[in-house]
Nanobody, 116 residues
Framework: QVKLVESGGGLVQPGGSMRLSCTTS????????MGWYRQAPGKQRELVAH???????NYADSVKGRFTCSRDNARNTMYLQMNSLKPEDTAVYYC??????????WGQGTQVTVSS
């Protein structure tokens, strides 16, 4: 069974940067669209970024110009580079993978806290 493993969360000060990674050992990585959601306490899960298998991206308006989603198919890894972080970016971040057949696969989530 394909698993997604996230890393890179933690505590950062406002205005700082952080990079999240999402890795899988499965062979389906290069043929799958992927992305990131986040969920803050008391709020609905929000789509942050989506990246197609060919590398096209789209972003939530709240993170455009600050976050960059990318992928390295040779390493089976997707990244979310987050710059100019704000306290309102505090959330649990989840990566996902949409296989060409079957249901969406989720990572376990990683906490990002933006606070001074």
């Amino acid at each position: 069974q394909v698993k997604l493993v996230e890393s890179g969360g933690g505590l950062v000060q406002p205005g700082g940067s952080m990079r999240l990674s999402c890795t899988t050992s499965g062979e389906i990585f290069s043929s799958a669209d992927m992305g990131w959601y986040r969920q803050a306490p008391g709020k609905q899960r929000e789509l942050v970024a989506h990246i197609t298998r060919t590398g096209s991206t789209n972003y939530a308006d709240s993170v455009k110009g600050r976050f960059t989603c990318s992928r390295d198919n040779a390493r089976n890894t997707m990244y979310l580079q987050m710059n100019s972080l704000k306290p309102e970016d505090t959330a649990v971040y989840y990566c996902y993978l949409d296989p060409t057949s079957g249901s969406r696969i989720w990572g376990q989530g990683t906490q990002v806290t933006v606070s001074s």
